[in-house]
Protein backbone atom coordinates (compact mmCIF):
# COMPACT_ATOMS: atom_id res chain seq x y z
CA UNK A 1 0.00 0.00 0.00
CA UNK A 2 1.44 3.22 -1.14
CA UNK A 3 0.95 6.01 1.90
CA UNK A 4 0.63 9.46 1.10
CA UNK A 5 3.46 11.80 1.56
CA UNK A 6 2.84 13.50 5.05
CA UNK A 7 4.93 15.80 7.04
CA UNK A 8 4.52 14.85 10.88
CA UNK A 9 6.29 12.95 13.58
CA UNK A 10 7.98 9.99 13.11
CA UNK A 11 10.30 8.07 15.90
CA UNK A 12 13.70 9.10 16.50
CA UNK A 13 15.40 6.26 15.20
CA UNK A 14 12.64 3.41 13.79
CA UNK A 15 13.03 4.02 9.92
CA UNK A 16 9.26 4.55 9.61
CA UNK A 17 7.74 7.91 7.25
CA UNK A 18 5.17 9.99 8.98
CA UNK A 19 2.87 8.21 7.46
CA UNK A 20 3.45 4.78 8.25
CA UNK A 21 4.15 6.10 12.17
CA UNK A 22 1.20 7.72 11.80
CA UNK A 23 -0.42 4.47 11.50
CA UNK A 24 1.16 2.33 13.56
CA UNK A 25 0.29 4.81 16.46
CA UNK A 26 -2.92 4.97 16.03
CA UNK A 27 -3.11 1.31 15.57
CA UNK A 28 -1.43 0.84 19.20
CA UNK A 29 -3.44 3.74 20.61
CA UNK A 30 -7.33 3.07 19.75
CA UNK A 31 -7.27 5.65 16.77
CA UNK A 32 -8.37 2.34 14.61
CA UNK A 33 -10.60 -0.20 15.28
CA UNK A 34 -10.05 -2.37 17.85
CA UNK A 35 -8.17 -5.78 17.34
CA UNK A 36 -9.63 -8.55 19.54
CA UNK A 37 -7.30 -10.02 22.17
CA UNK A 38 -4.91 -12.16 20.71
CA UNK A 39 -1.31 -13.29 22.22
CA UNK A 40 0.59 -11.28 18.79
CA UNK A 41 -1.02 -8.21 19.88
CA UNK A 42 1.57 -7.18 22.62
CA UNK A 43 4.06 -8.29 19.93
CA UNK A 44 3.03 -5.70 17.30
CA UNK A 45 5.72 -3.45 18.70
CA UNK A 46 8.59 -5.88 18.18
CA UNK A 47 7.73 -6.83 14.72
CA UNK A 48 6.84 -3.00 14.11
CA UNK A 49 10.38 -2.20 15.69
CA UNK A 50 12.19 -4.79 13.58
CA UNK A 51 10.52 -4.49 10.18
CA UNK A 52 10.93 -0.47 10.61
CA UNK A 53 14.67 -1.35 11.39
CA UNK A 54 15.98 2.35 10.46
CA UNK A 55 19.44 2.81 9.64
CA UNK A 56 22.54 1.34 11.91
CA UNK A 57 23.18 3.71 15.27
CA UNK A 58 23.36 2.62 19.01
CA UNK A 59 19.92 2.92 19.85
CA UNK A 60 18.80 1.16 16.35
CA UNK A 61 20.88 -1.77 16.51
CA UNK A 62 20.25 -1.97 20.34
CA UNK A 63 16.20 -1.53 19.58
CA UNK A 64 16.32 -4.34 16.72
CA UNK A 65 17.80 -6.96 18.37
CA UNK A 66 15.94 -7.02 21.50
CA UNK A 67 12.66 -6.81 19.39
CA UNK A 68 14.22 -9.59 17.58
CA UNK A 69 15.02 -11.76 21.03
CA UNK A 70 11.19 -11.37 21.49
CA UNK A 71 10.09 -13.23 18.21
CA UNK A 72 12.82 -15.38 18.42
CA UNK A 73 11.88 -16.46 22.31
CA UNK A 74 7.95 -17.03 21.03
CA UNK A 75 8.17 -18.39 18.26
CA UNK A 76 11.68 -20.80 18.58
CA UNK A 77 11.81 -21.04 22.25
CA UNK A 78 7.93 -21.29 22.85
CA UNK A 79 8.29 -18.45 25.73
CA UNK A 80 4.33 -17.26 26.19
CA UNK A 81 3.81 -14.37 24.38
CA UNK A 82 2.86 -12.69 27.64
CA UNK A 83 6.49 -12.90 28.52
CA UNK A 84 7.35 -10.32 25.94
CA UNK A 85 8.37 -7.66 28.28
CA UNK A 86 10.40 -9.40 30.44
CA UNK A 87 12.59 -11.17 27.49
CA UNK A 88 13.13 -7.18 26.84
CA UNK A 89 14.52 -6.29 30.28
CA UNK A 90 15.94 -9.66 30.57
CA UNK A 91 18.12 -8.78 27.10
CA UNK A 92 19.01 -5.23 28.39
CA UNK A 93 19.50 -6.07 32.36
CA UNK A 94 23.25 -5.21 34.20
CA UNK A 95 25.16 -8.08 33.79
CA UNK A 96 28.17 -5.70 34.89
CA UNK A 97 29.22 -5.03 31.12
CA UNK A 98 28.05 -2.10 29.33
CA UNK A 99 24.86 -2.72 27.18
CA UNK A 100 26.62 -0.60 24.24
CA UNK A 101 28.43 -2.85 21.87
CA UNK A 102 26.17 -6.08 23.48
CA UNK A 103 24.42 -6.08 19.73
CA UNK A 104 25.52 -6.07 16.55
CA UNK A 105 23.66 -4.42 13.56
CA UNK A 106 21.93 -6.90 11.22
CA UNK A 107 21.16 -6.55 7.86
CA UNK A 108 17.81 -6.39 7.90
CA UNK A 109 16.16 -8.56 5.20
CA UNK A 110 13.89 -7.07 2.15
CA UNK A 111 10.28 -6.96 3.43
CA UNK A 112 9.44 -7.25 -0.08
CA UNK A 113 6.13 -9.24 0.05
CA UNK A 114 5.84 -9.22 3.86
CA UNK A 115 2.49 -8.05 5.56
CA UNK A 116 3.03 -4.70 7.56
CA UNK A 117 1.07 -2.37 9.38
CA UNK A 118 -1.21 -0.96 6.62
CA UNK A 119 -2.56 -4.86 6.13
CA UNK A 120 -4.18 -5.06 9.72
CA UNK A 121 -5.64 -1.25 9.81
CA UNK A 122 -7.09 -2.13 6.29
CA UNK A 123 -8.69 -5.17 8.13
CA UNK A 124 -12.16 -4.95 8.91
CA UNK A 125 -13.51 -6.34 12.07
CA UNK A 126 -11.66 -7.27 15.28
CA UNK A 127 -11.68 -10.53 14.74
CA UNK A 128 -10.12 -10.68 11.36
CA UNK A 129 -7.59 -7.87 12.57
CA UNK A 130 -6.43 -10.41 15.46
CA UNK A 131 -5.59 -13.03 12.87
CA UNK A 132 -3.99 -10.67 10.11
CA UNK A 133 -1.90 -9.30 13.64
CA UNK A 134 -0.94 -12.88 14.12
CA UNK A 135 -0.05 -13.22 10.80
CA UNK A 136 2.15 -10.07 11.00
CA UNK A 137 4.66 -11.01 13.52
CA UNK A 138 5.06 -14.19 12.44
CA UNK A 139 5.79 -13.04 8.84
CA UNK A 140 8.16 -10.25 10.49
CA UNK A 141 10.22 -13.16 12.22
CA UNK A 142 10.08 -15.55 9.71
CA UNK A 143 11.93 -12.71 6.77
CA UNK A 144 14.36 -11.98 9.72
CA UNK A 145 14.65 -16.18 10.80
CA UNK A 146 16.10 -16.50 7.20
CA UNK A 147 19.56 -15.04 7.31
CA UNK A 148 19.78 -13.99 11.22
CA UNK A 149 18.16 -16.78 12.80
CA UNK A 150 21.39 -18.51 14.35
CA UNK A 151 22.54 -14.95 15.60
CA UNK A 152 19.74 -14.19 17.19
CA UNK A 153 19.56 -17.76 18.60
CA UNK A 154 22.84 -16.67 20.06
CA UNK A 155 22.39 -13.76 21.54
CA UNK A 156 19.41 -15.23 23.21
CA UNK A 157 21.69 -17.99 24.74
CA UNK A 158 23.99 -15.03 25.93
CA UNK A 159 21.48 -12.54 27.04
CA UNK A 160 18.00 -14.03 27.81
CA UNK A 161 18.58 -17.31 29.26
CA UNK A 162 21.61 -17.49 31.69
CA UNK A 163 20.53 -17.71 35.58
CA UNK A 164 16.88 -19.11 34.37
CA UNK A 165 16.09 -22.20 36.90
Known sequence: MDLPKLDGPTHRYIGASPACWAMYSNLLNAGEQPILPTPARGMIVDAYAAQQAGVPSDQAVQ???????VLHGVFV???EPARALWIRRRALRETGASRRGRF???APPSFEGCLNVSHIVRTPDPEARADRAQDYVEQVWSFWAV???RTISDLYDAFVVPDIL
Do not use: N, T
Open 77 to 79: REA
Open 104 to 106: RWL
Open 63 to 69: SVAVHLL
Open 147 to 149: DHA
